[in-house]
C-alpha cells in the first residue's frame, strides 16, 4: 500500500499534537510531508526530528529564522507564502486544517482548489466562506471530512445513505457551565464561573463561547455547508454526558447516532484513514456503566447567542463572518473584564442589528451581502471587529 502524504496545518496544537499521535501509530499508512504551525520553534523543532518532513513553516518570521538557525536538514520557510506552499505541496495527498482562526482559511481554499483531501478542523473556513469552499471543492473534486466530533459524527451516520432522504441533523452541545443555572441568576456569573467547563478543559476563548452557546451556533453554519442542510432543518439539544456526539434523522423516522468516548483522536482517525477504518486502543464505551443518556431543548433565552448565529445563517451574505469577527472582539474584551458575562449577547446584537441598517444603504459594501472568496470574507469578518470595537465599554 502506498503511503498517503500528510500535511499538517496547525502541527503544534491540539488537533496537530492528536494527529501526529494518530499517524504514528500507523507508520505503515502515511507519511509527513509538511508542519506547519504559528510560532512555536521548540515544539516545531521536536516535531521535525520525529517525523521528518521536507518542509516546515512557521508563520511568524522570527521564529522560523531560529528553527532554520537549528540545521534540522528541513526546508523552513515563513508567512502566508510558506502556508500556501505547504498547502500546495506536490507529494501530499491530505491536508489537515488544523490552525486557529482566519490565518487558516487561504492556506485551506488553496487545497481545496487543488482537488486536495482536507480533514478540516478550522473553524473559521466554513463560517466565513463556507459557500466559497463548497464551490471550490465542487469545482476541483477535492474532499472535505469533518475533524471536529459533531460533524464527524454526522459523516459517520451519513455514510451510504443518500442526503435526498435526510430530513434533520440534530447536533449535541454540553449546555456549558450555566445548563442547570436559572436564567434570573446569570446576574450573579463571574468569569471564574465562565470558564469553568462542566465536561472539557479547553482554551478560554472557546470555553466562553461554550457558555454562551455562540460554539454550537458556529457549528450549525459549518453543517449548512458541509451536508448541504437549510438552517431550519439542523437543531441542537443539550446532552450533558457528550456520549452521544450527533445525530441524523432520516425521512423515514429513523435518527442514526454516533456515540463514543470524547477523544479528538477517533474522529481525526476516521479522517485520516476514509474511507476505511484505522485500529485504534482509545478508550471503549462502556454503556452499562454510563446508565442513562439525558437530552433536553436548547432555552433561547439562557443563550441568545445560538439565535443570533442561525439568524446570521439565515440572512446569508457576510452576516456569518461579521458575527464572528464581533464575537472575537467581545469575548476578547469580556476575558480582560470590561464587562459582565451578560453583556456579550447585547453586544453582539447591536452589531448584528447596526449590519441589518448598514445592508439597506445602497452604498453599503458587496462584501456584506455576498462572499464570493477568501477576501470578502476576510472584509466581512474585520467589518464586524471592527463594529464590535466601537460599542465597548470603555
Not at 481554499?109 to 473553524?123: C, D, F, T
Not at 467547563?197 to 452557546?213: E, F, L, R
Amino acid at each position: 500500500m502506498n503511503k498517503t502524504g500528510v500535511t499538517l496545518l496547525g502541527s503544534t496544537g491540539s488537533i496537530g499534537v492528536n494527529t501526529l499521535d494518530v499517524i504514528a501509530r500507523h507508520p505503515d499508512r502515511f507519511r509527513v510531508e509538511v508542519l506547519a504551525a504559528h510560532s512555536s520553534v521548540e515544539k516545531m523543532a521536536e516535531q521535525v526530528r520525529r517525523f521528518s518532513p521536507r518542509l516546515a513553516v512557521l508563520f511568524d518570521q522570527g521564529a522560523a529564522r531560529r528553527l532554520e538557525q537549528m540545521n534540522l536538514g528541513v526546508k523552513v520557510a515563513h508567512g502566508m507564502d510558506g502556508l500556501l506552499e505547504a498547502a500546495g505541496w506536490p507529494d501530499t495527498q491530505l491536508v489537515v486544517s488544523g490552525m486557529v482562526g482566519a490565518v487558516g482559511l487561504r492556506p485551506t481554499y488553496l487545497a481545496l482548489e487543488l482537488g486536495r483531501r482536507v480533514a478540516l478542523a478550522n473553524k473559521e473556513t466554513l463560517v466565513l466562506a463556507g459557500e466559497a469552499m463548497v464551490a471550490a471543492a465542487q469545482k476541483s473534486g477535492a474532499v472535505m471530512l469533518p475533524v471536529d466530533s459533531e460533524h464527524n459524527a454526522i459523516f459517520q451516520c451519513l455514510a451510504g445513505s443518500p442526503r435526498r432522504f435526510v430530513e434533520r441533523l440534530h447536533l449535541t452541545a454540553s449546555g456549558g457551565p450555566f445548563r442547570d443555572l436559572p436564567l434570573e441568576r446569570f446576574g450573579e456569573i463571574t468569569l471564574a464561573q465562565a470558564l469553568a467547563h462542566p465536561n472539557w478543559k479547553m482554551g478560554p476563548k472557546i470555553t466562553i463561547d461554550s457558555a454562551t452557546m455562540m460554539n454550537k451556533g458556529l457549528e450549525v453554519m459549518e453543517a449548512r455547508w458541509l451536508f448541504g442542510v437549510p438552517p431550519e432543518n439542523i437543531q441542537v439539544f443539550i446532552h450533558r454526558e457528550s456520549i452521544v456526539h450527533s445525530m441524523v434523522e432520516y425521512t423515514d423516522g429513523s435518527v442514526i447516532a454516533q456515540l463514543g468516548v470524547p477523544d479528538m483522536r477517533t474522529p481525526i482517525a476516521y479522517c485520516l484513514g476514509w474511507p476505511d477504518r484505522l485500529a485504534m486502543d482509545t478508550p471503549r464505551l462502556d454503556l452499562a456503566q454510563m446508565g442513562s443518556l439525558r437530552f433536553q431543548p436548547v432555552d433561547p433565552a439562557k443563550y441568545p447567542c445560538l439565535g443570533l448565529a442561525v439568524a446570521a445563517l439565515t440572512r446569508g451574505g457576510g452576516a456569518p463572518a461579521v458575527l464572528n469577527g464581533a464575537n472575537e472582539v467581545v469575548v476578547a474584551a469580556y476575558l480582560e473584564g470590561r464587562f459582565h458575562f451578560s453583556r456579550i449577547a447585547g453586544i453582539l446584537t447591536q452589531v448584528m442589528e447596526g449590519l441589518a441598517q448598514e445592508v439597506s444603504r445602497p452604498q453599503a459594501p458587496p462584501f456584506l451581502t455576498q462572499i464570493s472568496g477568501v477576501d470578502d470574507a476576510l472584509a466581512a469578518d474585520q467589518w464586524g471587529r471592527q463594529a464590535a470595537t466601537g460599542l465597548l465599554p470603555g
